[in-house]
């Protein structure tokens, strides 16, 4: 009995932030749509309503995050005697910190790129319509959102939270950093975009458990976010790119190898 009570409470433990994300999402913006009717229900702010549903969740998860964190204060403080220490001591240089970046936003591009190799956007266009809908807001509420909450938010509950329950329970952090990927890839609700959060969340996780820290993993993710606003908002780029094999294949290259470089910095 104590067994199944056990594996239950580990599994509410998974379940509940994931569960508690989706569930506020569509809460706080059915709310917000019923108090600011003609302003969120235009399509032009749109984004400035996914701005506001991360800002308004940023404190409730924060708040489970910094628990979580002091129970693992205290499990490091348990076990200091067999020579661990707690893994939140760590603090990461600003060297760190700019490689981290460099790396997301190096392997963003090259995963980007190295999907549109493959036939997945052509059988799979869905993701066209989403990524449409978020860009078509201004160039300030695209930062608001993708860049500056989005970031917060996602790291502080794949991160800060669903991988460091995943790595109590699988007691891998090799297997937690994949599992805890792939619901990254889920939260993105289509196949082409959850590949690729996939592949960058295989790096946030990494760059996360090495550094022990959350800061990195956001500025990265942030990286990534900003530089596809970037080529979104510069389409010549993007039309020079599409249109020479040679060169596309040369940039993927590069962009994989840099980011690799990057990743390999970073030991756990």
């Not at 490689?99 to 980007?112: D, E, K, Q, S, T």
């Not at 970031?151 to 995943?166: A, H, S, T, W």
């Not at 990927?181 to 959850?194: A, D, E, W």
């Not at 389409?235 to 060169?247: A, D, I, R, T």
Request: aromatic residues 12%; hydrophobic residues 50%.
């Amino acid at each position: 009995m104590d067994q199944k009570n056990s594996l239950g409470k580990t599994l509410w433990e998974l379940a509940m932030p994931f569960l508690l994300y989706v569930s506020l999402n569509m809460a706080i913006q059915a709310a917000l749509e019923l108090c600011f009717f003609e302003f969120f229900t235009a399509p032009e702010h749109a984004v400035w309503e996914l701005a506001a549903v991360n800002a308004i969740e940023i404190p409730i998860f924060y708040r489970m995050y910094r628990e979580d964190r002091i129970r693992g204060q205290a499990d490091g403080q348990k076990t200091r005697s067999s020579g661990k220490t707690a893994v939140w001591k760590k603090q990461p240089r600003i060297s760190r910190l700019i490689l981290a970046i460099l790396g997301g936003l190096f392997l963003g591009r090259g995963f980007n790129l190295l999907i549109g190799l493959t036939p997945l956007p052509t059988l799979f266009p869905g993701y066209e319509t989403a990524s449409d809908s978020l860009y078509t807001g201004s160039l300030l509420s695209l930062v608001a959102a993708s860049v500056v909450t989005a970031p917060i938010l996602e790291e502080l509950l794949v991160r800060g939270i669903l991988y460091r329950n995943l790595k109590k329970v699988l007691q891998n952090p090799y297997a937690a950093i994949v599992c805890a990927s792939l619901l990254f890839g889920i939260l993105h609700g289509n196949l082409v975009q959850g590949l690729f959060a996939f592949l960058i969340g295989l790096y946030l996780n990494w760059v996360y458990e090495a550094e022990g820290s959350l800061p990195p993993a956001i500025l990265a993710h942030a990286a990534v976010n900003a530089s596809t606003i970037f080529l979104e908002r510069m389409p010549e780029w993007q039309n020079v790119l599409y249109g020479s094999l040679p060169l596309y294949l040369a940039v993927t290259a590069v962009c994989l190898l840099a980011g690799f470089y990057a990743w390999k910095k970073f030991t756990i």
